[in-house]
């Protein structure tokens, strides 16, 4: 009886074990991939707002009002990458909050 017992603790103990290993890996990877998801956003944003400027700047050439709508462009551009990096800083906590156990 007392070495059926015994195994039982021992496989709990591989059980827990186990789990920890998982939990382990998991707090790892998930930095990884919540900064890999903030760069590609921030690429995203500064592709899109590229797109804008290059639009904008075009617009300004037909125009002749371009120092205005450069200026325009990159304000777009500093509240896109802003943004960007302000999702990124919170894909930050919440993976930290994550792997620290608070969500």
Not at 23 to 30: K, M, V
Not at 54 to 83: C, D, P, T, V, Y
Not at 85 to 96: P, S
Request: proline share 1%.
């Amino acid at each position: 009886m007392n070495e059926k017992r015994i195994q039982q603790v021992i496989d709990i103990e591989k059980q827990a074990e186990g789990i920890l290993d998982e939990a382990t890996r998991e707090a790892a990877r998930l930095p990884v991939e919540a900064e890999r998801e903030a760069e590609e956003l921030i690429a995203k944003a500064r592709a899109s707002a590229r797109e804008e400027a290059e639009r904008i700047l075009a617009q300004a050439r037909a125009e002749g009002q371009a120092a205005e709508i450069m200026a325009a462009a990159q304000r777009r551009i500093n509240e896109s990458e802003a943004l960007a990096k302000q999702n990124f800083d919170r894909a930050v906590a919440y993976v930290l909050n994550r792997v620290i156990g608070k969500e």
